[in-house]
C-alpha cells in the first residue's frame, strides 16, 4: 500500500459516491483513499469471487485484479452474479470486469485470464496488497495459502458447499490454511459443488464476507484481531467462530518452516489417483463402478439401500433400492439376512462408503457405488422415481 | 461440561444440532456419547483403529491433534472440541 502523502485525492465525484461509507468512524477520507491505492487479487471469478469483487468494487478499492481460466456456464449463473445469460461461453475475467467495470469506473480492473499455477503465482501475488481466494478445489486452496504465505500477503479464505460456508482471514504470521487443515482430504472424500449441489446465495454471504473482512485488513481496522476460522449454517442461520492461532509447527508458516517453494498441488493433493480410491474413505469400503454393479446385481442377490435421505431418494434412485438413511443403518444391520450382500448408494458415493465400511464391520458383504446416483444415472443405466 | 462442534454436513446427515455439550470425560468417552445418541456417527468421524479418520481437523481448546490422532485421552473440564472438515466450492 501507498504512503499516506502519495495517497489518491478524491474528486468531487468520488466524494458523492463514497460519502455513505466515509462518514464511518474508522474510514473517512483517509481510508477512502487507502481504499482507492488499494490492489487486491481475487482468485476465481466464480461464486464467492462474484460477491466479493463486486463489493471491494463498490467499497472503491483501486485495484482488482481477477484470476480465472474458466468461461461461463450456464450450470454457473445461479450462484455467479458477475455473469450474466448473455455472457455464457465467454471469460470469466472479461464478464467480471465489464461488470466491475461498470459498477465502478474509479476501480482499474486487470483481468488475468489463466489458471493459477506454482508458475505463475508468487509473480503475480507481488503486485497486490491482499488475497482474495475463491478458487474452487483443494490444489488451488493449498497452492493460494502457500503462496501468499511466501509473498507475505494477507489471505481471507473462503470455501462454500450445499448449505456450508467457510471462512477465514490469516494475517501473515498468525497462523494459515495448513495451520487449520494440515492434509488435504484424500479424493473423493469431500464432495464438490457438482456433486453435492451448492444454495446459491450462502456463496453471496460469504463472499460478502470476504469483502468485508478484507476491506477491514486494507483499512488497518482490527490490527490485533487473531486468526479466526468461521462457518456459516444457512439450514439453522447459525454461525460459528474458532479462534486460530499459527500452528508452531506448520510446514509452511511455522517456525522451521519445511515447505519455501511452491510445490506440485494436484500431486500433494493426490489428483488424478483411481477412480476406486477417489470414491472411497477407506481401503476397507470396496468400490464399484456402475457397469460392475448392474454385473453384481444381475448374476447375485443383492440388496441395494440407498443411504440417502427420503427427499433425495424419492427424487430418483435404482430400480428396486431401498431407502435407509445413514444414521437407521443400525437398524438394518440388526435385521437383515446376513448371507445377503449390500450394495449402498448415495448421491456421489461419499455417504455410501462410510455406510459400506460400516456393515462390512458387522460381519456384511457390502459395497459402496463409486460416483453414487449421479455416476449411476450418468452411465446411462435405469433409474425410477418414488 | 465439555463442548463440541460437530462438521455441518454430519450435522446435517444424523439430525443433530451442530454444537453438542456433554460430560464426557475423554475423547473415547466422547465418541461413545456420540455414538450413543446418533448411532452410526461414531463411524462417520473415526476409522475402525480408532482414528479420527484423515479428511477430519481436530483441535481441543484451541491445540490442534495430529492428523489422525487416536480417539483418546483425557478432555478437561469447560473444553471446547471443535471437530472440522475443509470443504472447496468457491
Known amino acids: ?386 | 461440561m465439555i463442548t463440541v462442534h460437530l462438521p455441518i454436513d454430519l450435522a446435517e446427515e444424523f439430525k443433530t444440532a451442530a454444537v453438542l455439550t456433554t460430560d464426557a470425560q475423554d475423547l473415547r468417552d466422547l465418541m461413545d456419547q456420540l455414538d450413543h445418541m446418533r448411532p452410526g456417527v461414531a463411524g462417520w468421524l473415526l476409522e475402525a483403529d480408532g482414528r479420527f479418520r484423515q479428511h477430519l481437523s481436530v483441535f481441543i481448546s484451541g491445540r490442534r491433534l495430529e492428523t489422525r490422532s487416536p480417539a483418546s485421552g483425557p478432555l478437561n473440564e469447560g473444553a471446547d472440541v471443535w471437530i472440522l472438515r475443509a470443504v472447496s466450492g468457491g
Open chain 1, 1 to 386: 500500500m501507498k504512503h499516506e502523502h502519495t495517497l489518491p485525492q478524491l474528486t468531487s465525484q468520488q466524494l458523492g459516491r463514497y460519502q455513505r461509507q466515509m462518514v464511518l468512524p474508522g474510514v473517512g477520507l483517509d481510508g477512502q483513499r487507502r481504499l482507492l491505492a488499494s490492489r487486491v487479487l481475487v482468485i476465481g471469478a466464480g461464486a464467492l469471487g462474484s460477491a466479493a469483487a463486486t463489493y471491494l468494487a463498490a467499497a472503491g478499492v483501486g485495484t482488482l485484479g481477477l484470476v480465472d481460466g474458466d468461461t461461463v456456464e450456464l450450470s454457473n449463473l445461479h450462484r455467479q452474479i458477475l455473469h450474466d445469460t448473455d455472457d455464457v461461453g465467454a471469460a470469466k475475467t472479461t464478464s467480471g470486469a465489464e461488470r466491475l467495470r461498470a459498477l465502478n469506473p474509479d476501480v482499474e480492473v486487470i483481468e488475468h485470464f489463466a489458471f493459477l499455477s506454482s508458475a505463475n503465482a508468487l509473480e503475480l501475488f507481488r503486485h497486490y496488497d491482499l488475497i482474495v481466494n475463491g478458487s474452487d478445489n483443494f490444489p488451488a486452496r493449498y497452492l493460494v495459502n502457500d503462496a501468499a504465505v511466501m509473498t507475505g500477503k494477507p489471505l481471507v479464505d473462503a470455501a462454500i458447499l450445499r448449505f456450508e460456508g467457510q471462512l477465514a482471514v490469516f494475517r501473515p504470521g498468525r497462523g494459515c490454511y495448513r495451520c487449520l487443515f494440515p492434509a488435504p482430504p484424500p479424493p473423493g472424500t469431500v464432495p464438490d459443488c457438482a456433486q453435492a449441489g451448492v444454495f446459491g446465495a450462502v456463496a453471496g454471504v460469504m463472499g460478502s464476507m470476504q469483502a468485508v473482512e478484507a476491506l477491514k485488513i486494507l483499512l488497518g481496522m482490527d490490527e490485533a484481531e487473531p486468526g479466526r476460522f468461521m462457518i456459516y449454517d444457512a439450514l439453522s442461520s447459525n454461525w460459528y467462530r474458532m479462534p486460530l492461532n499459527r500452528d508452531a509447527a506448520c510446514p509452511v508458516c511455522g517456525d522451521s518452516p519445511t515447505i519455501s517453494t511452491l510445490i506440485d498441488y494436484e500431486a500433494f493433493c493426490g489428483v488424478g489417483e483411481s477412480a476406486i480410491a477417489a470414491q472411497a474413505p477407506s481401503a476397507r469400503a470396496r468400490a464399484v463402478s456402475a457397469t460392475e454393479a448392474q454385473d453384481l446385481l444381475k448374476d447375485r442377490n443383492v440388496t441395494i439401500v440407498d443411504v440417502r435421505d427420503p427427499h433425495e431418494f424419492a427424487a430418483g434412485h435404482l430400480p428396486g433400492a431401498r431407502n435407509v438413511p445413514l444414521e437407521q443403518l443400525d437398524q438394518l444391520a440388526a435385521t437383515h439376512d446376513p448371507h445377503v450382500p449390500i450394495l449402498v448408494v448415495c448421491a456421489a458415493g461419499v455417504r455410501s462408503a462410510y455406510g459400506a465400511e460400516y456393515l462390512e464391520s458387522r460381519g456384511y458383504t457390502a459395497w459402496t457405488l463409486s460416483g453414487g446416483f449421479s455416476g449411476w444415472q450418468a452411465s446411462g443405466q435405469d433409474w425410477t422415481i418414488a
